[in-house]
């Protein structure tokens, strides 16, 4: 291929769909991808196929991009995404849940992306096997979705103490019906994770107008009088007709500041010359806070046969706010002890991405602010306490035990809560935002309805950058909704 089409820059959760879906629409596509790209199953990582393992998502390993951020100030950590094909729905949860109406409500991003705009891309997508047959959901589509049946006693007794707390039941994640308990769709297909390279480039592998290749770093952007005409990597120029970044919401961020697209006073104090001054990319990203609630497993407990054991959402009293808990056998890769989540969906505070200063076109910083918001940090207390009667009910005595780590001192008082919370409190890896889509009356709008990149012409988004807040549920379903609508638009 001389001059592709488009050029697609990160074969990730949204890029996979959106090359995949720009082939079958006939055009010329190349999609480059930092990291290695398997092709037939036996050369996938088996922990990468395998469901219930999260070791690729661990620090150290090869399909772990494992960036340093700082969760709340002063505090590093290490923030997991997946560098290779699939990106990060390769190493994730496999949980997949689709953002909610009111989310693409509040987003307020246009006409073309209300919930009724891609509900036929959503159904597009996906193959539920629980509800497929149902007008809201698809029974064709390359994702398979499936609530796998009560996958262990841990999770009978997650849903038992749910409904002994008097919660509402949400048999369909991906429904319509308002928030509760339901058991999780998982993007799995008999025991092995389906990412997003596996559902939509393995199946095109023969196509002649859709070339991937993997071990390709991009660079930056190269930028002609105004337009994007291709990407610099490591091997030297790629030129195209369009390029896209897909690179997720680090990497795709990261490229549009080293290639000129960003705050125009911080490129210029990184001594990068400015191209179009975008305020929004990096200024305000959301992800959602999390914390685990450890408790003691009962020894009985059978070896896990999935990383999580039911889903839980809830409203907080008086708001729209909720909080999401799901029990886990053991969370991410580890010896971490098992615990239950609860994670802040809608969170007020936002977080920066920008070049570190000492090293501009080095990694990236990224301050999350997490709980610096007291409404945050109220929401949270009040997901841990739910956590912590869960774990006291009659119905969960019987597999586990709240454990010695959050004892009732610390839960009876907010401020000995809050910095319980604060010594804790991690990222749930949704972020979302660094290149928020929306009207051009919004100067935060790095790109609008059609994911195009404000002043540079040729050149997209298409990658959860662009969600304008974190949605109020995990973001990989989102991700691919967000390739599919994106060849939509641009066919
Ligand atoms: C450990 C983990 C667990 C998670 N669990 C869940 C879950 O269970 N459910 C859920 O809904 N969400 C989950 N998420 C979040 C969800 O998976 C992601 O938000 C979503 O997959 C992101 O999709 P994306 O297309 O925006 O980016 P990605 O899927 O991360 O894709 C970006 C791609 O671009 C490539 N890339 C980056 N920079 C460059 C460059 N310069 N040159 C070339 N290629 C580049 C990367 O290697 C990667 O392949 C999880 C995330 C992680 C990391």
């Given at each position: 291929?001389?001059?592709?089409?488009?050029?697609?820059?990160?074969?990730?959760?949204?890029?996979?769909?959106?090359?995949?879906?720009?082939?079958?629409?006939?055009?010329?596509?190349?999609?480059?991808?930092?990291?290695?790209?398997?092709?037939?199953?036996?050369?996938?990582?088996?922990?990468?196929?395998?469901?219930?393992?999260?070791?690729?998502?661990?620090?150290?390993?090869?399909?772990?991009?494992?960036?340093?951020?700082?969760?709340?100030?002063?505090?590093?950590?290490?923030?997991?995404?997946?560098?290779?094909?699939?990106?990060?729905?390769?190493?994730?949860?496999?949980?997949?849940?689709?953002?909610?109406?009111?989310?693409?409500?509040?987003?307020?991003?246009?006409?073309?992306?209300?919930?009724?705009?891609?509900l036929p891309a959503f159904r597009r997508l996906e193959t539920d096997h629980d509800f497929g047959t149902s007008p809201d959901h698809g029974d064709d589509g390359p994702v398979p979705v499936r609530?796998?049946?009560?996958?262990?006693?841990?999770?009978?007794?997650?849903?038992?103490?749910?409904?002994?707390?008097?919660?509402?039941?949400?048999?369909?994640?991906?429904?319509?019906?308002?928030?509760?308990?339901?058991?999780?769709?998982?993007?799995?297909?008999?025991?092995?994770?389906?990412?997003?390279?596996?559902?939509?480039?393995?199946?095109?592998?023969?196509?002649?107008?859709?070339?991937?290749?993997?071990?390709?770093?991009?660079?930056?952007?190269?930028?002609?009088?105004?337009?994007?005409?291709?990407?610099?990597?490591?091997?030297?120029?790629?030129?195209?007709?369009?390029?896209?970044?897909?690179?997720?919401?680090?990497?795709?961020?990261?490229?549009?500041?080293?290639?000129?697209?960003?705050?125009?006073?911080?490129?210029?104090?990184?001594?990068?010359?400015?191209?179009?001054?975008?305020?929004?990319?990096?200024?305000?990203?959301?992800?959602?806070?999390?914390?685990?609630?450890?408790?003691?497993?009962?020894?009985?407990?059978?070896?896990?046969?999935?990383?999580?054991?039911?889903?839980?959402?809830?409203?907080?009293?008086?708001?729209?706010?909720?909080?999401?808990?799901?029990?886990?056998?053991?969370?991410?890769?580890?010896d971490a002890e098992p615990a239950v989540s609860v994670g802040l969906q809608h969170p007020v505070g936002r977080g920066r991405l920008s070049l570190a200063p000492d090293d501009p076109?080095?990694?990236?910083?990224?301050?999350?602010?997490?709980?610096?918001?007291?409404?945050?940090?109220?929401?949270?207390?009040?997901?841990?306490?739910?956590?912590?009667?869960?774990?006291?009910?009659?119905?969960?005595?019987?597999?586990?035990?709240?454990?010695?780590?959050?004892?009732?001192?610390?839960?009876?008082?907010?401020?000995?809560?809050?910095?319980?919370?604060?010594?804790?409190?991690?990222?749930?890896?949704?972020?979302?935002?660094?290149?928020?889509?929306?009207?051009?009356?919004?100067?935060?709008?790095?790109?609008?309805?059609?994911?195009?990149?404000?002043?540079?012409?040729?050149?997209?988004?298409?990658?959860?950058?662009?969600?304008?807040?974190?949605?109020?549920?995990?973001?990989?379903?989102?991700?691919?909704?967000?390739?599919?609508?994106?060849?939509?638009?641009?066919?």
């Amino acid at each position: 291929m001389s001059r592709p089409d488009v050029l697609v820059v990160g074969a990730g959760t949204s890029g996979c769909a959106l090359a995949a879906r720009l082939a079958d629409a006939g055009r010329e596509v190349l999609l480059l991808e930092a990291g290695a790209v398997p092709l037939g199953r036996e050369e996938w990582p088996a922990e990468v196929l395998d469901p219930a393992s999260l070791a690729a998502a661990a620090p150290g390993h090869a399909a772990n991009w494992d960036l340093a951020a700082e969760v709340i100030p002063g505090r590093a950590a290490r923030v997991p995404r997946g560098r290779i094909a699939g990106g990060s729905s390769a190493v994730n949860a496999a949980v997949f849940v689709r953002a909610r109406r009111a989310d693409f409500d509040a987003w307020a991003a246009g006409p073309l992306w209300t919930y009724d705009a891609v509900l036929p891309a959503f159904r597009r997508l996906e193959t539920d096997h629980d509800f497929g047959t149902s007008p809201d959901h698809g029974d064709d589509g390359p994702v398979p979705v499936r609530r796998l049946p009560s996958p262990s006693p841990l999770a009978d007794a997650f849903a038992a103490a749910c409904a002994e707390l008097g919660l509402p039941d949400e048999p369909d994640k991906n429904g319509e019906s308002p928030s509760g308990y339901g058991r999780i769709p998982f993007n799995v297909d008999r025991g092995v994770r389906i990412n997003a390279a596996i559902a939509y480039l393995a199946p095109r592998r023969a196509l002649p107008n859709l070339t991937v290749r993997g071990g390709v770093a991009v660079r930056r952007v190269l930028v002609e009088d105004g337009r994007a005409v291709g990407v610099l990597t490591d091997d030297g120029p790629v030129h195209a007709g369009e390029v896209v970044l897909s690179a997720g919401a680090v990497g795709s961020a990261y490229l549009l500041l080293v290639s000129g697209l960003g705050p125009a006073r911080d490129l210029r104090a990184a001594g990068i010359e400015v191209v179009a001054d975008l305020p929004g990319v990096g200024s305000a990203f959301s992800d959602h806070p999390l914390v685990y609630v450890p408790y003691r497993p009962d020894s009985a407990l059978p070896p896990a046969t999935a990383a999580l054991h039911g889903l839980l959402h809830l409203p907080l009293a008086g708001s729209r706010r909720e909080v999401e808990l799901m029990p886990w056998l053991r969370p991410f890769a580890g010896d971490a002890e098992p615990a239950v989540s609860v994670g802040l969906q809608h969170p007020v505070g936002r977080g920066r991405l920008s070049l570190a200063p000492d090293d501009p076109i080095g990694p990236p910083r990224l301050e999350y602010g997490h709980l610096g918001e007291a409404d945050d940090r109220h929401g949270l207390r009040e997901g841990v306490r739910t956590a912590a009667a869960l774990l006291g009910s009659a119905a969960f005595a019987e597999v586990a035990a709240r454990s010695a780590a959050l004892p009732d001192a610390v839960l009876e008082d907010d401020a000995v809560l809050d910095a319980w919370l604060l010594e804790r409190v991690t990222t749930a890896v949704h972020l979302s935002g660094t290149a928020p889509m929306g009207p051009d009356s919004d100067p935060g709008a790095v790109v609008d309805q059609h994911l195009r990149v404000r002043g540079v012409a040729g050149l997209r988004v298409v990658d959860t950058s662009v969600l304008p807040t974190v949605p109020s549920r995990g973001t990989a379903a989102t991700a691919i909704l967000l390739g599919e609508r994106a060849a939509e638009l641009m066919t």
